[in-house]
C-alpha cells in the first residue's frame, strides 16, 4: 500500500520534473517559429544557446516516467500503449523530429545556408509545438476513460502548449544578459502574453473537468487537493506580478513552482486511478519485490544523478551569459 | 477504423497496409527500429571513448592535432548522441507500444534494469552536455572527466539495457504459475545466464565498429592526399582500438555462443543450420538451408567444425533442430546466413587489423630513423583501399549479430515462456505507424549521413596545405553565434 502510493509519487514527481525543464525546451521551439521583427535571428540564438547543453539532460525525464511505469505498473503501461496507441506513436515522431532538427541546425554551421537553417527551424519549431499538445491530450485521456478526442484532452493539450510556451520564455528572460535590454524586454512581453492565455485556458479546463471528469473536480476541491490548487493560483499571480515589476528571478522561481503545483493537484485529483476509470495504482502495481528494487535503488541513483544535473545548471547559467 | 480519416482507402498503399497483420508489422516496426538505434546505440557507446583517448593524448602531448581530433568526434557524437537519445526514447514507448502483453508480463521483472539504465543514461546525457559545450567553461581536468564519465555511463546503460534482453533468451527470477509470473525476484535480468556473455560480446563489438569505421573515413582522406598528422593519428588510434578488439571478439564470441548453446539449442542450431543431432557434427559455412526437406544446399562442410566449437572434442553429440518442435523452430535461413555474415565481416575485420600491423612493423624495422612516425605517411595505396573497404563490416556484423540473436529466439518473446504472437498489441493500425517509422528514419538516417559528410568535408578544408590552420579553439561551440543575423 504504502510502496505504491511513494512510487506513484515518485512517478508524478518525474513528470513535474520532465513539465518545468523538458516543457520549457518545447516552450523555446515554439518561441523559435513564432520569432518576428528585427531581433528574431538574435531569439533564436538565445533560445538554441539555452538549450543546447540541457535540452538532452531534460529529456531523460519523459524515459524516467516510462520506467517507473513500466517497472513498478506493468499493467496500467500495457493498457497506455493499446488505448493511446496512435497518439504515443504521433508524440514519438514528434520528439525525434524535434531532437533531429534541433541538432542537424545547431551543428550545420549554417552561416553559409541560412535557408537550409530556417527549414530545420520550421520542423523543429513545428514538432515543438505538436508535441506537448499530444502530451497534454494524453494526460487528458488518462482523467477520462482513455479518450484522446474530447473537450477535455484537448483543452489539456492546448494548456500544456501554452504552459510550455510561458516557462520557455520566463526563463529566456534570465538566459540575456544585462545590456540586451531590448532582448529581454522581447522575452517578458512574450511572457506576460504567455502566462494570460494559461490563466485563460486553466479557467476553461477547472470549470471543464466539473462536467467530463466530476472525479478530477472533486478531488481538486477536496481538502487534499484544493491547497495545491490554491498554491498553484499564488504561485501563477506571483509569477505574473514578478514579471511585470521585473523581478526575474523571482518570476522564473514562481513559474516552476506554479506549474509543479498544477500538474501536482493533477496527480493528487487523480488518487487513486492512474487510468480513470479503469485502473488503480493498487490494480497495476507490481509485485512487492519489485517495487522495494527501484524505491531502494532510488536514493543511489539520485545521488548520482541530482548533484550532476545541479552541476549542469551551474556552469551553464548565467555566470557566463549569452552574447550575440 | 484509421484508414477512413486518410483518404486513401482502396488505394493499392491501403490494400498493401491491411493486407499486413498486426503481429508481421509490429515485427517489421521493431526490426526497423532496432536496427536503426543499434547503430547510434553503438556509435554511444564507443564514440565518447574515441574523443576522451584523444583528448588524454593532448593534455599529455600538447600536440593540436590531438585537440582537433578530439573536437571533431565530440561533434560527431553530439550529432549522433541526440539521434541515439530519440531513438531510444521510442524504443522504450515501442517496447509497450508494440508489446504490451509482454511488457504487462515482464515488466516487474526486466524494469529493475530498465530502472538502473535509466540513472545511467541520465548520468550520460548530463555529462555529454557539460563536455561537448563545457569546453571553455570548465577546466581541461574537469571537462576530460566529464568525458570518463560520458564512456562510463554509456558503456553502463549499454550493459544494462543487455540484461534485460539476455533475460529474454533465459528468462530467470520467477515462478510460471497458470501463465503468470509469481514470487518475482528483480535481479533475475542479472542472474541470467546469457548477460555477461552478451553484454561483453556487445562492447567490444560497438567498438570495433567504430573503429574501423573511424579508420575508413580517415583511410579515404590519406587516399586523397591528406597524410598530415590529424589524419595519421586518428587512423592510428582506430587502428589500435580496433585490433585489440577485433581480437578479443574470437573468444568472446566463442563464449556467448557456447552459452547459447546451453540455454538456446534451437537458436545455436538454427545458427549452425544444423538439424540433424550427432556427434562428430561437422561445421556448414553458407549455404541456402531449407527448413522442408531438413538440409542445406551449397554449403561448405568442414568435418568435426560444430562438435569441436561447442564442445571442443570431435564427439560431442550437438542437439540438432531435429529435437525441437516444428512450431518452435527459428527460421533457420535467415538466423544462419545472419551468423555466418557476423563471423565472416569480424574475421575479414581481424584480417584487416592483422595485415595493417604487419605493414607497420615491417615499415617501423626499414625506417628505424623515425621510430615515432605512424604508418600513415607510408601507409601503401592498396592498405588504405582494404581499410575503406572494411569500413561498413564492423555495424553489418553488429545488424547481423542483433538478427542471429533476436530471430534466433522467435518464435518466443521470451524463450520458452511467451511466444511473440501472444505479447503483440490488439491496437488497430499497426501497418500504418511502420510505415510511418520507415519514413521518419529513412529521413533522419538520410540527412544525419549528409550532414557527417559535411562534416569530413570540413575536416578536409580544415587540414588541406594552404588553408588557414584548424581553428581548434572556439570555433566549433559558438557556431550559434555565427549564424547570420536579422537574416
Known amino acids: ?324 | 477504423m484509421i484508414k477512413h480519416h486518410w483518404g486513401w482507402s482502396g488505394t493499392p498503399f491501403d490494400r498493401r497496409i491491411q493486407a499486413m497483420d498486426a503481429l508481421t508489422a509490429a515485427r517489421a516496426q521493431m526490426e526497423v527500429s532496432l536496427g536503426f538505434h543499434m547503430i547510434f546505440a553503438a556509435l554511444g557507446i564507443a564514440l565518447p571513448g574515441f574523443m576522451c583517448v584523444a583528448e588524454a593524448l593532448y593534455l599529455r602531448t600538447g600536440c593540436p592535432h590531438y585537440l582537433a581530433l578530439a573536437k571533431r568526434w565530440s561533434k560527431a557524437t553530439s550529432l549522433l548522441f541526440a539521434i541515439g537519445a530519440v531513438s531510444g526514447t521510442a524504443l522504450s514507448f515501442e517496447l509497450g507500444l508494440l508489446w504490451p502483453r509482454f511488457m504487462e508480463f515482464s515488466g516487474g521483472i526486466i524494469g529493475s534494469a530498465f530502472a538502473l539504465e535509466g540513472y545511467a543514461f541520465f548520468v550520460e546525457a548530463i555529462f555529454i552536455g557539460l563536455y561537448l559545450y563545457g569546453w571553455d567553461r570548465i577546466s581541461p581536468r574537469a571537462h576530460w572527466f566529464s568525458g570518463l564519465a560520458v564512456v562510463l555511463s554509456g558503456t553502463a546503460s549499454g550493459v544494462l539495457v543487455m540484461a534485460a534482453n539476455a533475460w529474454m533468451q533465459a528468462p530467470r527470477g520467477f515462478d510460471l504459475v497458470d501463465g503468470r509470473p509469481m514470487n518475482i525476484d528483480p535481479w533475475g535480468p542479472f542472474k541470467s545466464p546469457e548477460w555477461i556473455p552478451m553484454s561483453i560480446h556487445m562492447t567490444l563489438a560497438a567498438y570495433a565498429a567504430v573503429a574501423f569505421a573511424v579508420a575508413g573515413v580517415y583511410a579515404l582522406g590519406m587516399l586523397k592526399g591528406r597524410r598530415d598528422p590529424e589524419h595519421t593519428s586518428a587512423l592510428h588510434v582506430a587502428m589500435v582500438i580496433g585490433a585489440i578488439t577485433a581480437l578479443l571478439q574470437v573468444p568472446s564470441g566463442d563464449i556467448a555462443a557456447r552459452v547459447s548453446a546451453a540455454h538456446q539449442p534451437a537458436k545455436l542450431a538454427a545458427m549452425e543450420a544444423h538439424y540433424e543431432t550427432r556427434r562428430e557434427a561437422p561445421l556448414v559455412l553458407g549455404g541456402i538451408p531449407d527448413d522442408a526437406s531438413e538440409t542445406v544446399r551449397y554449403g561448405v562442410e568442414i568435418p568435426y567444425g560444430l562438435s569441436l566449437l561447442v564442445g571442443h572434442d570431435p564427439q560431442t553429440e550437438v542437439p540438432g533442430l531435429d529435437r525441437v518442435p516444428r512450431d518452435q523452430r527459428p527460421p533457420t535461413a535467415i538466423v544462419h546466413l545472419a551468423f555466418d555474415l557476423m563471423v565472416g565481416s569480424g574475421m575479414a575485420l581481424l584480417a584487416v587489423s592483422a595485415i595493417y600491423w604487419l605493414v607497420r612493423w615491417r615499415g617501423r624495422r626499414t625506417q628505424s630513423a623515425a621510430p615515432a612516425e605512424p604508418v600513415g605517411r607510408a601507409a601503401p595505396r592498396w592498405l588504405l583501399v582494404a581499410l575503406v573497404a572494411a569500413s561498413p563490416l564492423g555495424f553489418l556484423a553488429i545488424e547481423a549479430g542483433w538478427v542471429v540473436s533476436e530471430v534466433g529466439r522467435q518464435p518466443w518473446v521470451i524463450y520458452g515462456v511467451m511466444r511473440t504472437r501472444e505479447a503483440v498489441t490488439p491496437a488497430p493500425g499497426v501497418a500504418l505507424t511502420f510505415f510511418l517509422f520507415v519514413i521518419l528514419y529513412a529521413a533522419l538516417g538520410a540527412t544525419l549521413v549528409f550532414f557527417l559528410r559535411r562534416m569530413a568535408r570540413r575536416t578536409a578544408l580544415a587540414a588541406s596545405p594552404g588553408a588557414a590552420p584548424p581553428r581548434a579553439g572556439a570555433n566549433e561551440t559558438n557556431e550559434m553565434k555565427e549564424a547570420p543575423h536579422g537574416a
Open chain 1, 1 to 324: 500500500m504504502v510502496r505504491e502510493v511513494a512510487l506513484a509519487g515518485v512517478a508524478l514527481a518525474a513528470v513535474v520534473a520532465y513539465g518545468v525543464l523538458g516543457g520549457a525546451d518545447f516552450g523555446g521551439g515554439v518561441w523559435d517559429i513564432l520569432a518576428r521583427g528585427p531581433r528574431k535571428q538574435d531569439e533564436r540564438n538565445a533560445i538554441a544557446h539555452t538549450m543546447g547543453p540541457v535540452w538532452e539532460a531534460n529529456h531523460v525525464w519523459l524515459i524516467f516516467v516510462i520506467v517507473i511505469l513500466f517497472t513498478a505498473f506493468p499493467r496500467a503501461y500495457a493498457e497506455l500503449s493499446i488505448g493511446l496507441f496512435l497518439p504515443f506513436h504521433l508524440v514519438l515522431i514528434g520528439i525525434s523530429l524535434r531532437g533531429g532538427a534541433f541538432v542537424f541546425r545547431a551543428h550545420g554551421g549554417y552561416v553559409d545556408a541560412p535557408g537550409q537553417a530556417r527549414a530545420w527551424g520550421v520542423v523543429f519549431g513545428g514538432a515543438s509545438v505538436i508535441t506537448p499538445v499530444l502530451l497534454g491530450m494524453s494526460l487528458g485521456a488518462v482523467s477520462s476513460g482513455l479518450r484522446v478526442v474530447g473537450p477535455l484532452p484537448l483543452a489539456m493539450g492546448a494548456l500544456a502548449l501554452a504552459i510550455c510556451a510561458y516557462l520557455a520564455a520566463v526563463y529566456l528572460t534570465l538566459e540575456t544578459d544585462e545590456n540586451q535590454g531590448d532582448l529581454r524586454a522581447a522575452f517578458r512581453r512574450k511572457a506576460l502574453y504567455a502566462g494570460t492565455v494559461v490563466v485563460a485556458l486553466s479557467g476553461i479546463v477547472l470549470p471543464l473537468t466539473y462536467f467530463e471528469a466530476p472525479h478530477l473536480w472533486a478531488g481538486l476541491t477536496s481538502a487534499t487537493g484544493a491547497p495545491v490548487v490554491g498554491a498553484g493560483v499564488l504561485a501563477a499571480w506571483t509569477s505574473g506580478g514578478a514579471l511585470v515589476l521585473r523581478k526575474f528571478r523571482l518570476a522564473r522561481l514562481a513559474a516552476a513552482a506554479q506549474v509543479a503545483f498544477l500538474v501536482a493537484g493533477w496527480g493528487l485529483a487523480q488518487y487513486p486511478y492512474l487510468i480513470y476509470p479503469s485502473l488503480t495504482l493498487f490494480d497495476a502495481a507490481a509485485p512487492p519485490a519489485t517495487l522495494d528494487f527501484v524505491l531502494y535503488t532510488l536514493p543511489f541513483g539520485l545521488l548520482l544523478v541530482l548533484p550532476s544535473l545541479i552541476w549542469l545548471f551551474r556552469v551553464f547559467s548565467r555566470a557566463r551569459p549569452f552574447s550575440p
